[in-house]
């Protein structure tokens, strides 16, 4: 069993920062990409930001310039630097990472964790 655990999630005034962590532990061989993604009220899951094992990242358009994403090997961590948040990055924020387990053959799975509230408003 693989867990993604989650913090840093809260309520910000609009302009405000926030940073989100994420730490994997458990059945661990290794981990190739983590990421964030967020949901708002009513609409899907959508991808914020990618970041490979080898410090590759990949940003969705509305966050580019905004948000950072980094992330620590060592610690099986994923960070979120989320910089002059606005209104409509209201969501909750949901950490992934895809994981070779040590158990099942070793199979490279989809892991998510619990999610966190992000809430900007004045």
């Known amino acids: 069993q693989v867990q993604l655990v989650e913090s840093g999630g809260g309520l910000v005034q609009p302009g405000g920062s926030l940073r989100l962590s994420c730490a994997a532990s458990?059945?661990?061989?290794?981990?190739?990409?983590m990421g964030w993604y967020r949901q708002a009220p009513g609409k899907g899951r959508e991808l914020v930001a990618t970041?490979?094992?080898?410090?590759?990242?990949n940003y969705a358009e509305f966050v580019k310039g905004r948000f950072t994403i980094s992330r620590d090997n060592a610690k099986n961590t994923v960070y979120l630097q989320m910089n002059s948040l606005k209104p409509e990055d209201t969501a909750v924020y949901y950490c992934?990472?895809?994981?070779?387990?040590?158990?099942?053959?070793?199979?490279?799975?989809?892991?998510w964790g619990q999610g966190t509230q992000v809430t900007v408003s004045s």
């Open positions: 992934n990472a895809d994981v070779q387990v040590r158990y099942n053959h070793y199979t490279l799975t989809d892991y």
């Open positions: 970041i490979t094992s080898g410090g590759s990242t």
């Open positions: 458990g059945s661990i061989f290794s981990i190739n990409a």
